[in-house]
């Protein structure tokens, strides 16, 4: 089915969603498995979208590399892939939803500016005149409210949005849609029922509500999962250098992520495929089991 024309049901819609900055790194390789083995252990449909919505923090040919070391471990997703650079006339909807219900406003703040609000923004822009053309972000209006959610791995997680985000970018300063907005706009569109991603985005995640509530979206079950830091605490990414991973090596990269989220799988027999240890996890499967920690240093991994 083209997933532009995506039927909605209420059947158990998984995905991985990364942003093609650069090749898949172990890091998050794990958050694809644990997206993929949540919806296939739910007899769910497991979707992959490119979330290829900021080209200055893109590396040509990331996204296609992606895509070929998911196939190369036997990662198969179910339906096309979605691009967000083909959905920009919907997140341009969404904004102007928001506008005409006035929850939007724009804002010619700079970084330093904020950073001196305590980098929680503190409504200076809500009721100025509009700021020259071309140098403003549009953000959109919070309130002194409280969001929580039951994760499926923290428990219950608690933002008081207004004291500890402030109103928030959703066009930005460049004209590109912030992910805030176009991951909720694609996650409804995809009617997307389960959300398995990294603890560094839970945070986001109390904003993303507020904005479905605002659009009358329904909102999906979320699980964050830990991130592996380096020695200097920063999170696994492409931006601090982590090693892509190796196709050649998916059976022990599937192997070293099972034990990663604490499955305990046996150890691997050597004529083992990456679709049987799939397998094995998806049977074995407990979200209970995922390490509640937020991050997990690298060097504490006993995965070698
Ligand atoms: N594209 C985001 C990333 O690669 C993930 C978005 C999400 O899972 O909500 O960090």
């Known amino acids: 089915m083209n997933s532009q024309t995506r039927n ?22 794990i958050t694809a498995i644990a997206s993929y083995l949540d919806a296939k252990a739910n007899n769910g449909v497991w979707l ?14 990331a996204a296609e590399q ?17 691009f967000q650079s083909s959905r920009l006339d919907n ?10 219900k006035n929850y939007c406003f724009q804002c010619d703040c ?22 020259p053309k ?27 949005l207004g004291k500890e985000v402030g109103d928030f970018v959703i066009l930005r ?32 995640t109390p904003r993303q509500i507020y904005l479905q509530q605002l659009l009358g979206y329904h909102t999906p079950i979320y699980g964050h999962i830990p991130v592996i830091v380096n020695g200097q605490g920063q999170k ?18 599937i192997h070293q992520s099972l034990q990663f989220l604490n499955l305990n799988p046996p150890e691997i027999n050597s004529s083992a495929s990456c679709l049987e240890q799939l397998a094995w996890g998806i049977e074995n499967w407990d979200v209970q089991a995922v390490p509640k920690l937020a991050n997990i240093p690298e060097n504490l991994l006993e995965i070698e």
């Open 8 to 29: 909605h049901s209420s059947k158990y819609t998984g995905r991985f969603a990364p942003s093609p900055t650069g090749p898949l790194h172990f890091g998050s390789l």
């Open 48 to 61: 992959v979208r490119m979330e290829d919505l900021d080209p200055p923090r893109e590396t040509e040919g």
């Open 66 to 82: 992606i895509l070929n070391q998911l196939i190369a471990l036997d990662l198969r997703w179910d339906e096309e892939v979605l």
């Open 91 to 100: 997140y341009e909807d969404a904004l102007k939803k928001l506008t005409a």
């Open 110 to 131: 700079t970084r330093l500016q904020i950073k001196a609000m305590g980098s929680v923004y503190n409504g200076r822009c809500r009721d100025r005149p509009a700021p």
């Open 134 to 160: 071309e140098k403003f972000a549009i953000r959109v209006r919070t309130e002194d409210i409280s969001i929580d959610f039951d994760d499926l791995v923290q428990g219950n997680y608690q933002q008081s």
């Open 173 to 204: 300063k460049d004209k590109l849609f912030a992910y805030q907005l176009a991951v909720i706009v694609d996650d409804a569109f995809q009617d997307v029922t389960h959300i398995i991603r990294g603890y560094d985005l839970i945070d986001s």
């Open 236 to 253: 696994l990414s492409k931006q601090h250098f982590a090693d892509p991973i190796d196709p050649n090596n998916g059976m022990k990269l």
